[in-house]
Structures are given as structure tokens and as C-alpha cells.
């Protein structure tokens, strides 16, 4: 079992390092090996995805990562920009199911902006199409036409691209409660049409999930007016990137949000959903909790390890309990830790 490991830039190197520590507590005997993405890669190499990271992560069974980015590499052309390494990776691994759970911790039902009522007892899955759509699609660019700056981009999907997706989401729906909600644009955009004609195509082959329809905008409001009514929602690349971001600041702190990213059989880049931070970076105060539940859904998913996965999600939970928090879930009456703290308090629990 081999982990390619991208502690990234930022955090990424803070709260890996707890992460890895998880990995080694169960004893499963992971060959780790570590290597370069985003910013700290384009100034050892001059690239945000190196070769020698692409080879490793091609041979890896997955890939854990930390986060990329930072004001410092902002001004570089975009092709040498950390997030170019993040689509790199995805796009060449073949990584077009983005899984994004929003769960609300009953011990963090305060931390969220929107009253516990409303979201107590949250758990929504987000069902994200990776590799398409406007972010991925030619044309693109920028270009002075009849005198001033013209930009362009092209939002498109293929039949197999939503059917491959709808076909994830409808699974991931059976296993939970069965609702599966397909969220797109059709009443402007024709790709998004496409969209919810095949979503409806697939619904007869999974009877036992109910598949409903939804706007993005009205989607949006539904997230902040009554959240709980989702169990499972799936999307293209560009709303499912706003969507997601929207739901995981549901639960309180982006800080406690892991994701995976997956293949065809399975391989996948597991991450936190938060960025870089780098205003924390190397102040020891970072949340590493996301990026060791990415480690338990990589444990799930590509390992099928659920025995091991469930442990540590457990452990944090334990970890919750006792009352410790990093500063972003802090708040009166619990005991405020840094990094190493968190890491090894879920380490211990174990």
C-alpha cells in the first residue's frame, strides 16, 4: 500500500505531518513517500508539477495531499501558478469524482453562522465532476479584439462525462439515505441541459434513490434556508467548486472538511477542503483534523480499509468530545490546542 505524500505549501507541511503520524499509529505498514507540488515545486523546479512528482504519484496506490498556494507565487504566469500543479494532477490521474462531505459535529453545532437548529444534525455529500466543464474547456483566453480585452471560456460536458459522474453520485446515494439531488443551470445553459436529461436517463436503473432536480441559485439559497433537506447533491466542476465551499462553512470551519478525488477503480488524491492559509503558516495553530479524515476516507475508498477508517473518525470524534480545539473552532468553555496537540490528542484516542 503506497501513499504518495504532497505536504504542499502553506500549512500543508503542519498538518500533514500530524496526518502521517494517524497513518503510522494504526500499523498497517503504508510505504510513504513525499514529494513536491504547487508553489514550493515551481521554486525548486521551476514547475507546480513536477516530473518526478508525476512518476510517483503514477505509481502510488493514492495520493494524501496538504494544500498549494500563496500570494508570493500569484504574480507568476498562470501556467507556472501552484493550482496549475493541482489540475495537473487531477487531469493526469484521471480524478473526476470529487467527494465532499459537510458533516456538523454535535460538539461544533455553535461554530456554525447559522442557528443549531438549523443545522444541527447536518450530513450532506457533495458529488463534484472534476476534469470538465468551464474550467477545463478550449477556447479559452484572453485577446484585444476591436480595440479592447476580450475573455473567453467554454463550458462543456460530454454524454459519458455527466453519465460516469450520475453514475458515482446514484451510488453514493444508495448508500445513504437514497435522495440524490442533481443540481445545473438548465433554463440558460444548454450544457447543463445535457446534464439533467442524462441524470433523468440513469434515474430508472437505481429505483431505489430518488432523484430530484434543482437550480444552482435556488440551490445555493436551499444550503443557507434549510440545509438538512440534502442528502446527496451532484454537479459540474464550476458549481459543485462554489457549492461545496458554501456547504463546508455550514458546519462552522472549513478546518474540519476532508475530500477525495477519485479514478475509475477507485485511486484517489485525498485533501482538505480548506486552502493553504498562509496568514497561519508555521504559527503551529493550523487545523489538522480535515486532513487526517482525508487520510481515514483514503482508508475507505482506494484501501478499503473501513475498520481503520471508522477508528479514526472515531478518535476525532473522542477528541471533540474531550473538549479540544484549534483557534478556527475555539470557543468558551473548551480548551484551545495547536497542530501538534490536535495530531497527537487523535493519535492518542486511537
Request: net charge negative; proline share 5%; with cysteine.
Amino acid at each position: 500500500m503506497k501513499i504518495c505524500v504532497l505536504p504542499g505549501d502553506g500549512i500543508g507541511p503542519e498538518i500533514m505531518a500530524e496526518a502521517v503520524k494517524v497513518l503510522e499509529a494504526l500499523g498497517l505498514g503504508f510505504e510513504m513517500e513525499t514529494a513536491l507540488l504547487g508553489g514550493g515545486a515551481v521554486d525548486a523546479t521551476g514547475a507546480p508539477y513536477p516530473e518526478a512528482t508525476s512518476r510517483l504519484a503514477r505509481a502510488a496506490d493514492a495520493v494524501l495531499l496538504g494544500a498549494v498556494g500563496g500570494p508570493q507565487w500569484d504574480t507568476l504566469p498562470r501556467e507556472q501558478r501552484p493550482e496549475r500543479g493541482l489540475l495537473g494532477i487531477r487531469k493526469e490521474l484521471g480524478l473526476f469524482a470529487n467527494l465532499r462531505p459537510a458533516i456538523l459535529y454535535p460538539e461544533l453545532a455553535n461554530a456554525s453562522s447559522l442557528k443549531p437548529e438549523v443545522v444541527a444534525g447536518l450530513d450532506i455529500l457533495i458529488v463534484r465532476e472534476l476534469t470538465g466543464d468551464i474550467y477545463f474547456g478550449q477556447p479559452r483566453g484572453i485577446e484585444t479584439r476591436n480595440g479592447e480585452r476580450y475573455g473567453f471560456n467554454t463550458m462543456h460536458y460530454t454524454e459519458s462525462e455527466i453519465r460516469r459522474i450520475g453514475r458515482v453520485a446514484f451510488e453514493a446515494a444508495r448508500k445513504r439515505n437514497k435522495r440524490l439531488c442533481s443540481v445545473d443551470k438548465m433554463n440558460v445553459l444548454e450544457t447543463t441541459q445535457l446534464w439533467r436529461d442524462v441524470m433523468t436517463e440513469l434515474a430508472p436503473e437505481y429505483p431505489d434513490v430518488e432523484l430530484s432536480h434543482m437550480l444552482v441559485d435556488n440551490a445555493a439559497m436551499q444550503l443557507v434556508r434549510a440545509p438538512k433537506q440534502f442528502d446527496v447533491m451532484v454537479t459540474g466542476n464550476m458549481f459543485g467548486d462554489i457549492l461545496s465551499d458554501e456547504a463546508s462553512m455550514l458546519t462552522g470551519s472549513i478546518g474540519m472538511l476532508p475530500s477525495a478525488s477519485l479514478d475509475e477503480n477507485n485511486k484517489g488524491l485525498f485533501e482538505p477542503s480548506h486552502g493553504s492559509a498562509p496568514d497561519i503558516a508555521g504559527k503551529g495553530v493550523a487545523n489538522p483534523l480535515a486532513t487526517i479524515l482525508s487520510a481515514a476516507m483514503m482508508l475507505r475508498y482506494t484501501f478499503n480499509q473501513e475498520e481503520a477508517a471508522a477508528r479514526v473518525e472515531n478518535a476525532v470524534k473522542k477528541v471533540l468530545a474531550q473538549g479540544l480545539r484549534t483557534g478556527d473552532i475555539h470557543e468558551p468553555g473548551t480548551t484551545r490546542v495547536g497542530t501538534r496537540e490536535m495530531g497527537d490528542a487523535v493519535r492518542a484516542a486511537l
